[in-house]
């Protein structure tokens, strides 16, 4: 039998969030989503839960109930005070009409303000003004213990866990400033979830599969072999400039889009659907619907 995933939620429930974890319906470990139920853990946020152990071993010990997780509507599940983002972390990443660039040398780094948050299931809004809204599937690692100027060989102990983000994007308002905030940054442009799947259910995150299909077709498909920096290594570069604190998000970079993929890119529109797959985390589906006047 697979090692059962530990996947911790937040959810809306008629008190205000909560936190529950993910029991596999069926047993087999698989990170399905039938069957599964959602062992309810109180009001504790993941955060805190991560941060002492024997305070989740607890909760799930007199957790209060059970209810099927396709019942729930999920909330992110971490609020980050920082969302922090990777750009060209995969080798070969080429975005969307741009050029062929050299391997950095040291990451690329860019924000997404908290408006952009937005929960799993929730669908986005493309701004009236935009013409180029793009998607981007990626890992996202959550801060668990915070610290400034964290040594690289202790960077991996600081990460409570991961999940999937869509770092959505407006290309035209981004190609149209060196500083690309306005094209990362409007309302619900970073759907993260559906879960947060802890470290020690993943032997290595060097190797993770990251695959997005768009309206049934695969558009993304490459390996977290490909990564320039490790997941570690953006922790301890990350530090180096600034606090990070417990529920902060890094966005660890996109994959390359398949040739196909790229040169029949086209924005999305009323309708459409992006789902994120990772191997070992989950996936995370995000339709867009077009703005009212």
């Known amino acids: 039998m697979a090692a059962l995933l530990v996947r911790l939620v937040r959810f809306e429930s008629a008190e ?14 698989d990170g399905d989503r039938d069957g599964d ?18 305070l989740l071993t607890a909760a799930r010990a007199v957790g209060a109930s059970t209810v099927p997780l396709g019942s729930l509507r999920l909330l992110p599940p971490v609020v980050p005070g920082k969302i922090l983002c990777i750009g060209y972390n995969y080798r070969g990443h080429v975005p969307a009409g741009g050029e062929d660039r050299p391997v ?4 690329d780094v860019f924000v997404k303000t908290p408006n952009t948050l937005g929960a799993p299931g929730d669908p986005v809004t493309l701004p009236l003004t935009a013409t180029d809204v793009d998607y981007e599937g990626e890992i996202a690692l959550v801060i668990g213990r915070g610290g400034r100027d964290i040594p690289l060989d202790e960077a991996a102990s600081h990460i409570a866990g991961y999940t999937v983000i869509n770092d959505v994007s407006e290309r035209t ?4 400033s060196s500083q690309w905030t306005l094209g990362k940054c409007s309302d619900g442009f970073a759907p993260l979830g559906p879960w947060l799947v802890t470290p020690d259910e993943i032997a290595d995150t060097g190797d993770l599969r990251v695959e997005v299909v768009r309206d049934g077709v695969v558009t993304v498909s490459q390996s977290t072999a490909d990564v320039v920096f490790s997941m570690a290594a953006l ?15 890094i966005a660890t970079g996109s994959p390359q889009k398949l040739p196909e993929a790229l040169a029949a890119h086209r924005p999305l529109a009323d309708g459409d659907a992006v789902t994120i797959r990772v191997d070992g985390i989950g996936s995370l589906t995000t339709t ?6």
Do not use: C, I, N
């Open 104 to 107: 950095p040398t040291t990451p």
């Open 37 to 54: 139920r959602v062992l309810d853990l109180g009001t504790a946020t993941v955060t805190e839960l991560l941060a002492d152990r024997a």
């Open 288 to 293: 867009f619907r077009k703005a009212r006047p």
């Open 235 to 249: 922790v301890h570069h990350l530090s180096e400039g600034m606090t990070l604190e417990p529920g902060d998000v």
């Open 173 to 176: 308002w981004q190609g149209r």
């Open 16 to 29: 205000g969030a909560r936190t529950g974890v993910v029991l596999d319906g069926d047993g087999d470990g």
